[in-house]
């Protein structure tokens, strides 16, 4: 990643300088990774117990 | 036995080749990465690029560079690195490693502990609130990136508690060593152990709570049931020994990962100069003879991680002990 592009990894880098006076600079791209990637997560759960053919419990739909 | 560990030998011989001669292949034919203009600093004159690249060997053929660099690193071990200037590249390495070993050591220390401890009790809480609560807990630490808790951690550490009386022993950012002052040593590294190990207890208290739910149902578990162990020898000694395995392995995979420069993030936030550190410096320098003997040190740990886990195995699954 080169400026003027940027990726929320590269804002929390950027941020990393400020982080005792501008601490949110990082704190906020981070926590969209976290939401990302949970919801990557989730959905990745959710995928495999649908087509897990061994689950025993099934949502009834 | 002994073929076994010939073999063994013999493997990581030809592993350490492949990924040496790998990342020295990828290192030259990456577009615009120039190792001569990277030593030679800013706006250099094409006559010093050509004096550095003989001075360097970097004007010879491919396989020579990588033959001479291979003879530098094994045999006379004086590899020197390109931007640091006589700075010998193997005792730089053996260095660093003591810092590297201990973050990792003390984080597996933590993370096996704790989810172990996490993974069971949500096995044994199924169908209470408990166990949903935990693998939510555990997905968010799964989904956290180490470099930004590492970050936050800092934040509330050295900054915003500090002065409060709960973070007020954290000591300023990097690395004691153990001889020099085993109390320091400790206070330096307990935050960073905790930020790196959250990813892996996450993972692991995951795969664990799967496997014994999956070991539950065993015909063995049931053998030990039906003969009237208690419900404590069961766990222990049935379950939660044949839901080990892919625990194991992941585990010792990991491991190895980790002393191999895998935690470089955790060290660079955390400013330890361990051996992850010096990979990341050596990346951004694009210092050729310390990637690849970090590389090389890495490709070591790995393999033997391999042999380790797979003796593991044996022990903990009688299915897979050779007869």
Do not use: C
Request: proline share 6%; glycine share 8%; hydrophobic share 55%.
């Amino acid at each position: 990643m080169q400026p003027p592009n940027a990726s929320w990894g590269t804002i929390i880098s950027d941020g990393s300088g400020l982080l005792y006076t501008r601490p949110w600079v990082s704190i906020a791209p981070g926590i969209m990774i976290v939401l990302t990637v949970l919801a990557l997560n989730v959905l990745g759960d959710g995928v495999r117990d649908a087509l897990d053919p061994r689950a025993k419990l099934r949502v009834r739909g | 036995m002994l073929t076994f560990i010939v073999r063994r030998l013999l493997w990581a011989v030809l592993v350490m080749f492949v990924i040496s001669a790998f990342v020295f292949v990828l290192f030259f034919k990456t577009p615009g990465v120039d190792p001569a203009r990277a030593i030679a600093g800013r706006n250099p004159s094409p006559q010093i690029l050509a004096e550095i690249r003989h001075q360097f060997g970097l004007d010879r053929p491919f396989p020579v560079q990588y033959g001479l660099m291979m003879k530098d690193l094994f045999i006379t071990r004086d590899l020197v690195s390109y931007s640091n200037q006589g700075q010998k590249v193997v005792p730089e390495i053996f260095a660093a490693a003591p810092a590297t070993l201990s973050l990792v050591f003390g984080a597996a220390v933590i993370w096996v502990v704790m989810s172990i401890v996490l993974g069971i009790a949500a096995a044994l809480l199924r169908g209470t609130i408990v166990d949903p609560l935990l693998m939510i807990l555990a997905l968010i630490g799964i989904s956290m990136p180490v470099f930004w808790a590492g970050e936050v951690a800092n934040l509330i550490t050295q900054s915003r508690f500090h002065d409060t009386f709960l973070f007020s022993w954290v000591p300023p950012l990097g690395y004691t060593s153990f001889t020099q002052s085993p109390v320091g040593w400790f206070k330096g590294l307990l935050i960073p152990w905790i930020t790196l190990s959250i990813l892996y207890i996450g993972l692991y208290a995951r795969v664990l709570r799967a496997n014994i739910i999956e070991t539950e149902s065993e015909d063995y578990v049931r053998t030990a049931r039906a003969k009237g162990l208690t419900e404590r020898r069961v766990l222990l000694r049935h379950t939660l020994r044949g839901s080990m395995i892919t625990y194991v392995s992941l585990f010792g995979l990991d491991f190895a990962a980790l002393v191999a420069a895998g935690a470089l993030l955790t060290e660079v936030v955390f400013a330890i100069h361990g051996v992850g550190f010096l990979f990341f410096q050596s990346l951004g320098n694009l210092d050729l003879p310390t990637i690849m003997a970090i590389v090389v040190y890495g490709a070591f740990f790995i393999v033997l991680a391999n042999v380790i886990v797979d003796i593991a195995y044996a022990w903990l699954d009688p299915r897979v002990r050779p007869t």
